[in-house]
């Protein structure tokens, strides 16, 4: 029985295959034959055009095909443990399956979510003046998570007594309209864990603000001693207030501009347009695609 992948497992397949494409500039016919290649299959068992509906999304892939996309992604020495863990928490909280369903919540996910915020304390009896930090939401191509990274200047009361700004970068997962973001301090051991949910109509009387999140953070320093009370980290209450909801402003923590080129960009070989059929082996170099219309024409 043919190996059933998950649209999280696929997402990380994708991901490996257009990291891959991106690194070497390659178009679907030659990265088609990279796999072949890699994997020793004969000529044409791998279809470009099939290959690029699913590095695209376009479409759903069968399992048996996406099979040897998996070998030769497993056979590429690129570890990304950030976006491993990414798939491995949205494995857990098992988004939604369906290819239709899976696209509408994540297009969903993205308009809620991406952009640049304002963190704030949200503890105190009165409004603080300045916010904590600065955090931006930003989107891993065909992912079921999302990158978060946030320029920190210090919170009042700090125990360690700082006044700094520090760069932080890790994982935002949404959930609905909730998020879950994890991040770890740049060159250090320390990390924060963010549990945020959507502003309500109630939360509008004690903030005024109409858009944004509220929540807990757990704020951790692995190479600290507990302080006084025992606590090994500090938690406190923060309020997110969206000011850009897009990606193309925000350069301070990794010093240049983002908003010249996205982060994923589609590289096509020069001689792939229009290219006339090759009737040589045809029905072989096909097979997956006409799998694949009539499965389409079934389904309507």
């Known amino acids: ?46 279809d470009d055009r099939t290959l690029e509906r699913f590095l695209k999304d376009s479409k759903e892939t069968l399992d048996a095909t996406i099979a040897y996309y998996k070998q030769f ?5 690129d570890p990304e443990p950030i976006y491993d863990l990414g798939d491995a928490i949205a494995d857990f909280y ?20 991406l952009g640049r915020y304002e963190v704030w304390d949200f503890g105190g009896e009165q409004a603080p003046s300045e916010p904590l930090a600065e955090l931006r939401i930003r989107e891993v191509p065909h992912s079921p998570f999302f990158e978060a990274d946030e320029l920190f200047h210090g919170r009042k009361g700090d125990p360690s007594g700082r006044d700094f700004t520090t760069g ?7 959930r609905g309209d909730d998020l879950l973001i994890l991040l770890k301090e740049l060159g250090s051991w320390h990390e924060k864990f963010y549990i945020m949910r959507a502003v309500k109509p109630e939360d509008v009387a004690v903030w005024n603000d109409a858009y944004g999140y509220i929540g807990n953070v757990v704020d951790k320093r692995l190479d600290s001693s507990p302080d006084p009370q025992g606590n090994m980290a500090s938690f406190y209450r923060v309020h997110f207030q969206r000011i850009l909801a897009d990606d193309h402003v925000y350069s301070e923590l990794h010093g240049k501009a983002t908003s010249e080129e996205p982060d994923y960009v589609e590289v096509e070989d020069a001689d792939e347009t229009d290219v006339p059929e090759d009737n040589s082996g045809a029905s072989d170099r096909i097979k997956q695609s006409e799998e694949d219309e009539a499965r389409d024409a079934d389904s309507k």
């Open 94 to 113: 098992e988004l939604p399956e369906g290819f239709a369903e899976r696209k509408a919540y994540m297009q969903r996910m993205r308009e809620l979510h």
């Open 1 to 46: 029985m043919a190996e059933r992948f998950s649209q999280v497992q696929r997402a990380a397949i994708r991901r490996a295959l257009q990291r891959y494409k991106d690194s070497y500039k390659l178009g679907r016919e030659k990265l088609a034959k990279a796999i072949e290649e890699r994997l020793g299959l004969d000529a044409l068992t791998i």
């Open 73 to 77: 992604a497993e056979s590429l020495d």
């Open 168 to 174: 932080f970068e890790g994982l935002c997962l949404p």
